[in-house]
């Protein structure tokens, strides 16, 4: 018993101090926890691409105000305003806690970012169709059929779409090995 206190103890002063604390393997195991718990996260994402949850309503929000802050730049940048807010503030996160080497941190903007792609790969590949439900009803138009239309792709709006469902796959495999690249 007095063993493990002292124990304690000196692990105790070794973080307070800035020590370097003593390797053990629960050390090198700990770090890949996050990742064993968000990778059937992000499967899920992957395999229910289309299917809408809870926290679509606030990326809505965020696409819905990206186009309100990109109004002042033209038709385009306005109508790619919400795209472009999806991106830009998951992005914002990772960048925050990547500069202060927070692994965690950057793996759960990095989720968030890959699951606004998919929500994205979604949007543009209905382009051409316009199946979605868009907010406004019929008085609304589509971004991505705007945007398509507008630089001769419409045609290609599905490819479009695996574009950004492929970015999205690319962002969760990068999440689920930030491990190797945060060294904390």
């Known amino acids: 018993m007095q063993k493990s206190r002292k124990k304690a103890g000196s692990l105790l002063w070794l973080i307070m101090n800035n020590e370097p604390v003593p390797y053990s393997r629960w050390t090198e195991l700990k770090k890949w926890v996050p990742s064993i718990i968000l990778l059937p996260v992000a499967i899920y994402l992957v395999l229910n691409r289309g299917n ?8 809505l929000v965020i ?29 914002l996160i990772i960048f925050y806690f990547f500069r202060n080497m927070y692994c965690l941190g950057v793996q759960i903007g990095m989720l968030w970012l ?14 051409k169709t316009q199946k979605l439900p868009l907010l406004g009803g019929h008085m609304a138009y ?4 705007y945007m398509l239309g507008k630089v001769g792709l419409l045609d290609y709006s599905n490819e479009v779409g695996y574009f950004f469902f492929g970015i999205a796959i690319i962002i969760f495999i990068v999440m689920l090995i930030m491990p190797f690249i945060i060294v904390e």
């Open 142 to 145: 589509h971004d991505w059929h």
């Open 114 to 127: 890959g699951q606004n792609l998919i929500n994205i790969s979604v949007y543009a590949a209905d382009a």
């Open 52 to 59: 809408y949850g809870l926290i679509d309503n606030a990326d």
């Open 63 to 91: 696409h819905e105000a990206g186009h309100f802050f990109f109004m002042f730049f033209g038709k385009f940048i306005y109508t790619a305003g919400g795209t472009l807010m999806q991106i830009i503030i998951p992005s």
